[in-house]
C-alpha cells in the first residue's frame, strides 16, 4: 500500500472483487444451483420447442442456413468452414443457458453460418461449378 504510485482506493476494489469472486464460487460449489438453473432452462427451451413446433423461432431462423451450410461445408475454404463450426458450437451455451426461443441472443450464429450457407447455395444454383473450393475471396462482390 505503501509503493508509490499506489492509490487507496486500489486496494478497495481489488478488496471488493475478491469477495465477490470467492462468495460467489463458495455458493454455486454449496448450493449446486447452476445445475439446477441449468437443467430448467434446458427443460423451458424443449417444451417451448415441441410447444411451437414448426412455428419455432430458431428453427426459422437457422433452419435454411444450417441446410445449406452443411451442403456447402465440403467446397468451403478452411476459415469458412471452422466458422461454420464455431457457430455451431455455439449453439450449446446458448441453448443450455438461454431462452432460446429469443433469437436475437443467436444472431452472431447466423453471422457465422451465413458465409458457408452462401457457398451451399452456389452450389445448389450452380451445380455444374462446384468442383473447386470456396474461400472468403468469391464472396467478394467484383466490380
Not at 102 to 116: G, S
Request: include cysteine; aromatic fraction near 12%.
Amino acid at each position: 500500500m505503501n509503493e508509490p504510485g499506489a492509490r487507496p482506493d486500489d486496494a478497495v476494489s481489488l478488496r471488493a472483487y475478491n469477495q465477490v469472486v470467492f462468495s460467489r464460487r463458495r455458493g454455486q460449489a454449496r448450493n449446486g444451483k447452476s445445475w439446477d438453473i441449468t437443467r430448467w432452462q434446458l427443460s423451458h427451451n424443449w417444451q417451448q420447442f415441441l410447444a411451437l413446433r414448426v412455428s419455432y423461432p430458431p428453427l426459422l431462423a437457422f433452419g435454411l442456413p444450417l441446410a445449406f451450410a452443411s451442403y456447402g461445408f465440403r467446397l468451403a475454404s478452411r476459415f469458412l468452414r471452422v466458422s461454420c463450426l464455431f457457430g455451431v458450437a455455439l449453439f450449446i451455451p446458448l441453448g443450455l443457458n438461454s431462452h432460446f426461443v429469443e433469437t436475437r441472443a443467436q444472431m452472431m450464429i447466423l453471422a457465422l453460418l451465413l458465409p458457408t450457407a452462401l457457398v451451399g447455395l452456389a452450389r445448389f444454383l450452380e451445380p455444374d461449378q462446384s468442383s473447386r473450393s470456396a474461400s472468403v475471396e468469391d464472396l467478394q462482390p467484383r466490380f
